[in-house]
Each structure stands twice: as structure tokens, then as C-alpha cells.
């Protein structure tokens, strides 16, 4: 690991730890860089915000969570596809509720960002089924709405917002 990278790693390293303990906006990137022994410029080489470390941060954990599921899928059609992944990411959503709301917050109208992820997932729905991409985008709206809506709601759980998906999943007669 080169020492850019090594830098990079102290920053998020002690950026996760004080937005875990202080919370997102209760910790500013003075704290980061002096929980990181990094100079608070040094901060801004490596991200040009606060909310990118916390997507960079998200991005790893999300990529790793991905990887996870798709190893245990079984699931033969889109919205059963749906429903598989969406345990595993309305779990990890909702153990990490404030960040969430934060960076769904910052990222919403950034559809240019979000575009090449949701695409690379929107086949993985389709992928080996008789859905086409119009019955993909359906899907990945119910998944988004109950997502916001669960994100939205102190008493949500992984098991509620399943239920909910499920509800919404089977309306739509999508195999």
C-alpha cells in the first residue's frame, strides 16, 4: 500500500469511527484530520467533501454486502431477486439509519452517479428471467420507496420493510 493510500485509509478509518460515535453532523473533517494525524487539507487531496467520505465509505461496505448476497442467490425471478437482496440491504441500511438518511439526502438528485450501480443491478434482476429492463426500473422503484419509507420511520425494521416489498412485489405480476 503506498502511503497516498495508507493516508486515505487513516482518514476513513477515523472518519467511520467519529461519525459512529458523534454521529455524521456532529463531527466536522478538523476532527477527522486530528483523529487521522493528517493535516485538515490533507483531507480535501483525498475527498472534495464530507459527504464523499461518507459515500466512498458506503461504497466499500455496499460492494462487500453485493458480493455476499449475490453468493447465496438461489432466486430464479426478478422479484424474487428483488426480495433476496433487498434483506441483506435493508439490513445494512437500517443499522447505519442517521448515515443513510444522510447521504440519500446528499446524493438523490445525482442520478449521473448513481446511474452506472443501479444499471450493473438492474441487469443482475433480469439476469436468466423472462423481465425486461421497464419490469427492472418497476422493481428498483417499489425497492427505493420502501427503502425511503423505512428509513423514514423510527419502529421500521428489516422484517417490516420485507413485508411491505413483498406486498408491493406481488401487485406488479413480474416474474
Same mark, same amino acid.
Given at each position: ?29 478538523? !476532527? ?47 422479484? !424474487?431477486?428483488?426480495?433476496?437482496? $433487498? ?61 425511503? !419509507? ?8 428489516? !422484517?417490516?420493510?420485507? $413485508? ?12
Amino acid at each position: 500500500m503506498t502511503k497516498k493510500e495508507q493516508t486515505k485509509q487513516q482518514i476513513l478509518t477515523a472518519s467511520w469511527q467519529l461519525f459512529s460515535e458523534r454521529g455524521y453532523h456532529q463531527t466536522s473533517t478538523r !476532527d477527522i484530520a486530528k483523529a487521522a494525524n493528517v493535516a485538515n487539507g490533507t483531507i480535501f487531496s483525498h475527498f472534495a467533501t464530507k459527504v464523499a467520505i461518507l459515500k466512498y465509505s458506503f461504497e466499500n461496505e455496499l460492494t462487500d454486502i453485493l458480493s455476499t448476497a449475490e453468493s447465496l442467490d438461489t432466486s430464479t425471478t426478478a422479484t !424474487d431477486r428483488m426480495y433476496h437482496y $433487498a434483506r441483506f440491504l435493508y439490513a445494512f441500511y437500517l443499522a447505519k439509519k442517521e448515515f443513510s438518511r444522510e447521504l440519500f439526502k446528499e446524493i438523490m438528485w445525482q442520478q449521473n452517479e448513481l446511474e452506472p450501480q443501479l444499471n450493473a443491478f438492474k441487469k443482475r434482476l433480469i439476469n436468466d428471467n423472462d423481465a425486461t429492463p421497464t419490469d427492472a426500473d418497476i422493481i428498483i422503484d417499489l425497492y427505493f420507496m420502501t427503502l425511503m !419509507d423505512g428509513l423514514n420511520h423510527a419502529d421500521s425494521s428489516v !422484517d417490516s420493510m420485507l $413485508a411491505t416489498l413483498k406486498i408491493k412485489l406481488a401487485k406488479i405480476n413480474i416474474n
